[in-house]
């Protein structure tokens, strides 16, 4: 098919396709979704092999936030039944830490709900990441407090953080329908405060809350404009008790679709399969890994995920290996390009400050979550508007109504007795 073959071509160069044909993947049907997950396939392995990377999230403050971001169980009113709990202390936060460092983690996300941190909350993450890197000092820290304020960044890099996650979650145009509290302009400012201040940014999107294709493209396209590093991709939970309880829109199929159409606009970007991986990849999550090259062990924020043993045992058996603490994530091109924005700590997009030095030239220009302010939900549309090429979709959300039974709240590890599941 000519579209696989341009965008293979494009994605082994580094090159970003137009949004012409990241729109055409995700409209192709069932018939040629095999070979749209080998063709995404053959661009992972270009740039990050058979490596997967493990990352685990530690819900530092869960529930009770005043914003009211329509996917999240933890948003202003929610019913949800989740665990609610104020800031664990550093050594909590480094004991359950440590179990998914000791799963084989390469990254620990430190997430706490809210709108945004205090300084005295930057105090609080400070110490908890002094603990952790104590116990285990080459582990990277990823953290996820919200909307930042100046020099909170600067802040955060100075006491040991690596990155900083803050997810665009949709597209501008449909932003202001699953959020009221703040905009989209105010996550792009804080995923542009965390670069210029020189940690990794981690920003991703929320698919499943009946936006369209071509909002799902928008987001791609803006994450890959901003220079995100890593691209977290959330898949709708519906919670009980949240305005989006009832948007099951998504399908393995259109899963994979969507995977391979951010892996091919961020062919040398980590590319995660985020919340939702067990919840509506199902069987079929041994697929996504040929197209992702990162997943978040064990548990999300408020909802369990697999086991993390039976994570390790779907790497494996998919002929993957996972990630050590001492090899690169990004290919040399980008770690450079990440280096040098934050040389410059223009805290501008990659596009404008950023040198790229990939084979095309063209790569710069081009943190849910499972992130807390990111693997948990959101709406734009009705559900009848998400539609496949084949018009499948809305028949499709309706028998996967019955699959609520597979949202599990978390009820172990942080901000409980028992142990985490890593
Ligand atoms: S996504 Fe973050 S800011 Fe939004 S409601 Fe959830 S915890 Fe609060």
Partial sequence: MDLLDTLTAKGLRGEVPTREEALAVLATTDDELLDVVAAAGKVRRRWFGRRVKLNYLVNLKSGLCPEDCSYCSQRLGSKAEI??????????????????VAGGAKRVCLVASGRGPTDRDIDRVTDTMAAIKDADPEVEICVCLGLLSDNQAERLKAAGADAYNHNLNTSENTYGSITKTHTYADRVDTVQKAHGAGLSACSGLIAGMGESDEDLVDVVFALRELGSDSVPVNFLIPFEGTPLAKEWNLTPQRCLRILAMVRFVNPDTEVRIAGGRE????SMQPLGLHIANSIFLGDYLTSEGQAGQTDLDMIKDAGFEVEGAGEATLPRHRADVAEAVAASSCGTTASSCGTAASSSGTAASACGSGGGCGPCGGHAHTPAEATTAEGTEAAVSQDDELRSDLVKVRRRGAGTELAPNA
């Fill in 279 to 282: 919840v509506h990849l199902r």
């Fill in 83 to 100: 665990l609610k709990y104020t800031w664990l202390k550093p050594e909590q936060a480094a004991d359950a830490a440590r179990a998914g």
